[in-house]
């Protein structure tokens, strides 16, 4: 997966926007334009990188002449006191995007490290870990991006790629069955179709409608196994809703094919890393 530039530079030049109104009064005043430094940035817990080139961009849409030496690359693991990249150039250009540079790498670099928690957790299953649409507004795209670093699959970018029936749709429009069927009649035949069911009778219905995808929305796990057993392969299966850490592998050997967690990328710790002044090899 590769981001767009032109989204990564909308989203960099925001933020930059956001943290520097027309100038950088303790930098601009204190140091002169030709003064120059060396810098470097070390992580401060062990997990998944992701946003290196990222990081690296933000120095070049600040000003022109830092040399950025990436180190680590995203998806590899990294332990405590590992230098990920090294810099030199323009004191003022390191200062100004020291702090926009961290936040997206520790923001991305937390959901990549949580991503692989889980991946890890359910490894030696049928079941994918899946991310949702509850994300921060502006950055999507890198979210996600993000977790594909750690080792999870992308569901739905935005509404318009897939049609997803959740319980309010299904509720306006009088039952699974009549929703399924004027869906069905209106959309192109790329288009999957996505059911979320509460119970085993709702599992039942999107299956006699022929639904592409079914999600178990907070079924227990005797529920999902049960579920598995009665859909046999005729779609896919979702299991979604209030999964922790200790929940997840019990839910994955329920047979579900997909784990989706907004958790992810909604309330994800991030990653600690510094900058940090000096030269490092």
Same mark, same amino acid.
């Given at each position: 997966?590769?981001?767009?530039?032109?989204?990564?530079?909308?989203?960099?030049?925001?933020?930059?926007?956001?943290?520097?109104?027309?100038?950088?009064?303790?930098?601009?005043?204190?140091?002169?334009?030709?003064?120059?430094?060396?810098?470097?940035?070390?992580?401060?817990?062990?997990?998944?990188?992701?946003?290196?080139?990222?990081?690296?961009?933000?120095?070049?849409?600040?000003?022109?002449?830092?040399?950025?030496?990436?180190?680590?690359?995203?998806?590899?693991?990294?332990?405590?006191?590992?230098?990920?990249?090294?810099?030199?150039?323009?004191?003022?250009?390191?200062?100004?995007?020291?702090?926009?540079?961290?936040?997206?790498?520790?923001?991305?670099?937390?959901?990549?490290? !949580?991503?692989? #928690?889980?991946? *890890?957790?359910? $490894?030696?299953?049928? %079941? &994918?870990?899946?991310? /949702?649409?509850? +994300?921060?507004?502006?950055?999507?795209?890198?979210?996600?991006?993000?977790?594909?670093?750690?080792?999870?699959?992308?569901?739905?970018?935005?509404?318009?790629?897939?049609?997803?029936?959740?319980?309010?749709?299904?509720?306006?429009?009088?039952?699974?069955?009549?929703?399924?069927?004027?869906?069905?009649?209106?959309?192109?035949?790329?288009?999957?179709?996505?059911?979320?069911?509460?119970?085993?009778?709702?599992?039942?219905?999107?299956?006699?409608?022929?639904?592409?995808?079914?999600?178990?929305?907070?079924?227990?796990?005797?529920?999902?196994? !049960?579920?598995? #057993?009665?859909? *046999?392969?005729? $779609?896919?299966?979702? %299991? &979604?809703?209030?999964? /922790?850490?200790? +929940?997840?592998?019990?839910?994955?050997?329920?047979?579900?094919?997909?784990?989706?967690?907004?958790?992810?990328?909604?309330?994800?710790?991030?990653?600690?890393?510094?900058?940090?002044?000096?030269?490092?090899?």
């Amino acid at each position: 997966m590769q981001l767009l530039q032109s989204y990564v530079d909308e989203v960099i030049l925001r933020a930059l926007h956001e943290d520097i109104t027309g100038m950088d009064v303790t930098t601009d005043f204190l140091l002169s334009e030709a003064h120059e430094s060396d810098a470097y940035l070390m992580a401060k817990d062990e997990g998944v990188l992701c946003g290196m080139e990222i990081a690296k961009r933000v120095f070049d849409l600040v000003g022109a002449g830092v040399s950025f030496e990436i180190l680590k690359n995203d998806g590899e693991s990294v332990q405590y006191g590992e230098i990920l990249a090294v810099m030199h150039g323009g004191t003022r250009t390191l200062l100004k995007g020291e702090r926009t540079a961290l936040n997206l790498l520790q923001h991305l670099s937390g959901i990549a490290t !949580e991503t692989r #928690r889980c991946v *890890d957790i359910v $490894a030696g299953t049928k %079941a &994918s870990i899946a991310d /949702t649409r509850k +994300t921060t507004v502006g950055i999507r795209a890198m979210q996600k991006y993000a977790v594909r670093c750690g080792g999870g699959r992308n569901h739905r970018f935005n509404l318009s790629d897939g049609a997803m029936l959740k319980d309010n749709h299904i509720d306006a429009c009088g039952g699974i069955l009549p929703a399924i069927t004027q869906l069905r009649a209106q959309i192109g035949h790329m288009v999957r179709i996505e059911v979320e069911v509460r119970t085993l009778d709702e599992l039942q219905q999107a299956l006699d409608a022929k639904a592409d995808i079914i999600m178990l929305d907070n079924m227990d796990c005797a529920t999902m196994k !049960e579920a598995v #057993r009665i859909t *046999d392969g005729r $779609a896919l299966l979702e %299991a &979604s809703g209030g999964i /922790t850490h200790d +929940t997840l592998r019990g839910v994955a050997e329920t047979g579900v094919d997909i784990i989706s967690i907004g958790a992810l990328t909604h309330s994800v710790k991030a990653f600690d890393i510094s900058m940090k002044w000096g030269k490092r090899e």
